[in-house]
């Protein structure tokens, strides 16, 4: 068991859902390794009290994968922090029914009149509740919320676990006044009081575990200093607690994973899109040999856009075969649209004005095919 791996991977642990493991990490804990690395390295503070274990986790730069997930629409985010509201009042195992946690949005939501016979409407809401089952912030003690997808009056039962309350971090500062994200960027470092290297180190060990990669720009100059002359300890720093490797080029640097180690989100995943992307690597690999294609001066890639969907189409067409069903029957443009929106979420692409800006991570991993892989698709089929 790798401690540090799960802290940082979960959100928490709750002692009423996973007992076993809650008791494992904190005694893990108890030594004081992870903690103050955490503490030290990462400025994260460790939450452990009788009901769950946290790790209050912020990034240096928010990213664009960094959300939750499940949420497709900014009411859903919206709707989600008046139910973390409405539970400030309750106390843990205390029940309440849906249809009062309706009322009290109705009274809540300022920017529009929440009617909940529109079914919009409740569909946001029935994804919230079922992103807060999920996570542990509610208990469903009776009924569905299929019947609310049907109804507006369909009733649940639900019982607050008393989790709601660590969901958001703790700041120490008020965050009324607070008018755009960089604010909270910001709010993050005050209680360093104004120590650049304290701030520095912090935010670049938060960039190596919590991102695909550093790139040099005119913001990012002092931490590849340190990363320069510090090179060694973070390597051994880190070694010792994860399977990694640090690997550190011009104007770049990645933490490369060992198979063993699965730290949060990493990529490629166990997926087929992510295998397209792997043969996507693959084809523009196979273009910069060419001379087709050139990389730039600070490791980076610019193609038109146009010049980036035909690669797209070139790598369905040469490999579509031995992909699944899903994705053998989609069209071009279905299947495009797949491809650029998780290579943007993962931040392996950059789209400015006209171009797709590939970015250096995509040189790091290709994928191929073995020779017959046509005689093998054809087989599936």
Not at 249 to 258: P, T
Not at 357 to 377: A, E, N, R
């Amino acid at each position: 068991m790798n401690t540090l791996e799960i802290l940082l991977n979960r959100r928490w642990i709750l002692k009423a859902r996973d007992r076993e493991l809650y008791y494992q990490v904190k005694e893990a804990l108890a030594s004081g390794e992870e903690k103050r690395f955490l503490r030290e390295k990462m400025g994260y503070q460790v939450i452990v009290n009788p009901y769950l274990i946290k790790v209050e986790k912020m990034p240096a730069k928010p990213e664009n994968w960094m959300g939750i997930m499940e949420f497709k629409d900014p009411v859903e985010y919206v709707f989600f922090c008046i139910v973390l509201m409405f539970l400030e009042e309750k106390e843990a195992e205390e029940q309440f029914v849906l249809s009062e946690l309706t009322e009290y949005i109705q009274s809540q939501y300022e920017k529009e009149q929440i009617d909940w016979t529109i079914y919009r409407y409740r569909r946001h809401l029935i994804k919230v509740m079922k992103y807060c089952t999920f996570c542990g912030i509610l208990q469903v003690d009776d009924g569905s919320e299929d019947g609310f997808a049907r109804d507006y009056t369909g009733e649940v039962l639900y019982e607050n676990t008393g989790a709601s309350r660590y969901f958001m971090k703790n700041f120490t500062q008020d965050i009324m006044s607070y008018a755009k994200p960089e604010d909270f960027e910001k709010e993050e470092w005050i209680d360093v009081n104004e120590d650049r290297g304290i701030v520095r180190r912090q935010r670049v060990y938060r960039k190596l575990l919590m991102s695909m990669g550093m790139y040099k720009n005119a913001d990012s100059e002092e931490d590849f200093a340190y990363i320069r002359n510090y090179r060694n300890m973070i390597q051994g720093e880190l070694s010792e607690l994860i399977d990694c490797e640090l690997q550190v080029h011009r104007n770049s640097v990645f933490l490369i994973l060992d198979e063993s180690c699965h730290l949060g989100r990493t990529f490629p995943e166990e997926n087929t899109l992510s295998d397209i992307v792997l043969l996507f690597n693959g084809v523009l690999q196979e273009k910069i040999q060419a001379g087709e294609i050139y990389i730039e001066t600070d490791e980076q890639i610019r193609l038109p856009k146009v010049t980036f969907q035909k690669m797209v189409e070139e790598c369905k067409e040469r490999f579509c075969c031995a992909w699944n069903k899903t994705y053998r029957e989609m069209t071009f443009g279905e299947i495009y649209r797949e491809v650029y929106e998780y290579m943007s979420e993962l931040m392996l692409i950059e789209e400015r004005h006209e171009d797709i800006i590939i970015k250096p991570v995509m040189g790091k991993i290709m994928g191929t095919y073995p020779p017959d892989f046509h005689l093998k698709g054809a087989k599936d089929e």
